[in-house]
């Protein structure tokens, strides 16, 4: 199995994991959005026996999510990333923020939840201006 790794935006709190990847979700739930400042969340499975933490101390932040259930979201206490969420309902996994993979390539998400409170702005058009870079670029 190769190994995975991934880290904050600081580079504070960095991990590995030793397992197989799971499916990814995005999720679009009112919660998710808050804490990711963004449209959705883009959660990653992972076997939380196979996930270490290698360096840093996330800080975690419990609240019941919009299902009902409890969830903890751990992140960065230096900058701020979100870097996983986990529930007393999964309690053999946690799940990732894709963004902070090292390896991006790796995020395959099959589904999604929450679409009844996805916001109209989360879709890109496909003609909006774009660039590949820089907003210049
Ligand atoms: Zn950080
Ligand atoms: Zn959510």
């Not at 999510?65 to 309902?89: M, N, Q, V, W, Y």
């Amino acid at each position: 199995m190769s190994e995975v790794t991934g880290r904050c935006l600081c580079g504070h709190v960095t991990w590995r994991y030793d397992g197989a990847v799971g499916p990814a979700s995005y999720c679009h739930c009112e919660d998710c959005r808050r804490c990711t400042g963004s449209a959705f969340n883009v959660g990653v499975r992972l076997r939380r026996a196979d996930l270490r933490i290698t360096s840093g101390v996330p800080k975690g932040f419990t609240k019941r999510a919009d299902s009902g259930r409890e969830l903890t979201r751990h992140f960065c206490p230096e900058c701020g990333s979100p870097i996983f969420t986990s529930a007393p309902k999964h309690p053999d996994h946690v799940f990732v923020k894709a963004g902070t993979f090292d390896d991006p390539a790796l995020v395959r998400p099959d589904r999604q939840s929450w679409v009844a409170s996805a916001v109209v702005w989360h879709r890109i058009a496909p003609d909006l201006p774009s660039s590949a870079k820089g907003a210049d670029a």
